[in-house]
């Protein structure tokens, strides 16, 4: 019950909605990939991501001193269907922009 109601709170903000379909587009990107194509902030970045990992949406994986967001595999029934339903929303979505530097 805690993990599906997590996952619904992730889902109520338009901001969260446009990462996850960022990332479910683009693959695994960096925080600081995310920060330069949204133009926000890394702290904010780093607080939407964390509540979409907590709601079972993202896993991370750290090469470095970078963090990679990608969507979870596998995903249950629910979160494959959420992003199908985002899929369809218009939504304007950033192009991709490096924002790491090597």
Request: hydrophobic share 40%.
């Amino acid at each position: 019950m805690k993990t599906f109601l997590k996952s619904i709170g992730a889902l109520n903000d338009e901001t969260r909605l446009t990462i996850l379909r960022f990332i479910d587009e683009n693959g695994a990107v960096c925080v600081c990939d995310i920060e330069s194509s949204f133009g926000m902030i890394q702290s904010r970045i780093s607080r939407h991501l964390k509540i979409l990992k907590e709601a079972g949406f993202l896993k991370v994986e750290r090469k470095g001193r970078w963090a990679y967001y990608s969507i979870r595999s596998p995903l249950d029934t629910f979160r494959q269907n959420v992003l199908k339903e985002i899929s369809y929303l218009e939504m304007d979505i950033p192009k991709l922009k490096a924002g790491c530097t090597k």
